[in-house]
Nanobody, 124 residues
Framework: QVQLVESGGGLVQAGGSLRLSCTGSGPTFNNYILGWFRQAPGKEREFVAAFERGASTVYYGDSVDCRFTASRHNAENTVYLQMNDLKPEDTAVYYC?????????????????WGRGTQVTVSS
């Protein structure tokens, strides 16, 4: 079992920044690799970023370009998503999720565990 808890969402004006956090726990947590997804109202879930195990590689979705940076603090079982120059189209619920190794990193069904999400709202 793996538990994931996101935090850091909120309301911000366009051009502002937010930093999301996701902390994982559970007896099998270290067997999984984390990623970020988001879902806007009326839209499909969208891949944002994902890590690889034991490597510094981070994958990003096409829609986030260089405004978002994902990082992790392994000792604290925590990953982060730094979001800069936010736009109204970034408004969504942001989810942290965990996948087993060798699963496709940018596909939602690859992920076995999901957090409850944190709301990000960007006003124009």
């Amino acid at each position: 079992q793996v538990q994931l808890v996101e935090s850091g969402g909120g309301l911000v004006q366009a051009g502002g920044s937010l930093r999301l956090s996701c902390t994982g726990s559970g007896p099998t947590f270290n067997n999984y690799i984390l990623g970020w997804f988001r879902q806007a109202p009326g839209k499909e879930r969208e891949f944002v970023a994902a890590f690889e195990r034991g490597a510094s590689t981070v994958y990003y979705g096409d829609s986030v370009d260089c405004r978002f940076t994902a990082s992790r603090h392994n000792a604290e079982n925590t990953v982060y998503l730094q979001m800069n120059d936010l736009k109204p189209e970034d408004t969504a619920v942001y989810y942290c999720a965990a996948r087993a190794p060798r699963k496709v990193y940018n596909s939602g069904p690859s992920y076995d565990y999901w957090g409850r999400g944190t709301q990000v709202t960007v006003s124009s």
